[in-house]
């Protein structure tokens, strides 16, 4: 499986932050079984829809990737954008996988219910926005790592039924 890596920050990219928790967590966390897979591309962007949204399109349109995932911008904050830039490229929605990773974090803050986040697919690609910080990336991979196998063995033509 092949995983791309998305950080949407702002103040990572304006040197705010030094560090990318988040992104440097899912990079650590998709490479462990179960699902040990590749960390394909991974990049950061600001808080900004256009720049999102080509992003996405350039690594679903090229094959870069089975999976992508954000990481920030799924938030109330007036420059949050991240869902609507997915669903700009998105061809089909999955919401389920997204209500299921808000069930999962808010069973342990009911905070989690403000997240925004999509999930839906371009081609054969997966396109998944996580929360921003590492506490919610944490428990997010405990829902991935059980249903991204199918998702993709799906997507790719590996399995044709479920």
């Known amino acids: 499986m092949r995983v791309a890596i998305l950080t949407i920050s702002t103040s990572f990219i304006n040197g705010q932050r030094t560090e990318d928790a988040s992104g440097n967590l899912l990079a650590e966390l998709i490479q462990r079984p179960p699902l040990s897979a590749q960390v394909a591309a991974r990049t ?32 109330f904050a007036q420059d949050d954008c991240a869902p609507e830039a997915a669903r700009a490229v998105f061809e089909k929605e999955a919401p389920g996988i997204a209500e299921a990773l808000r069930a999962e974090t808010a069973a342990k ?54």
């Open 109 to 162: 803050t009911p905070l989690a219910w403000l997240s925004r986040a999509a999930a839906g697919i371009r081609g054969k690609t997966i396109i998944i926005n996580l929360p921003g910080s590492p506490k919610a990336v944490q428990e997010c991979y405990s829902v991935l790592e059980k249903l991204l196998p199918h998702a993709v063995a799906i997507l790719t033509g590996e399995i044709h039924q479920h």
């Open 44 to 75: 950061a962007v600001q808080d900004d829809k256009e720049r999102i949204a080509a992003i996405l399109k350039l690594w679903c349109d090229s094959g870069a990737a089975d999976v992508i995932l954000t990481t920030g911008g799924t938030g």
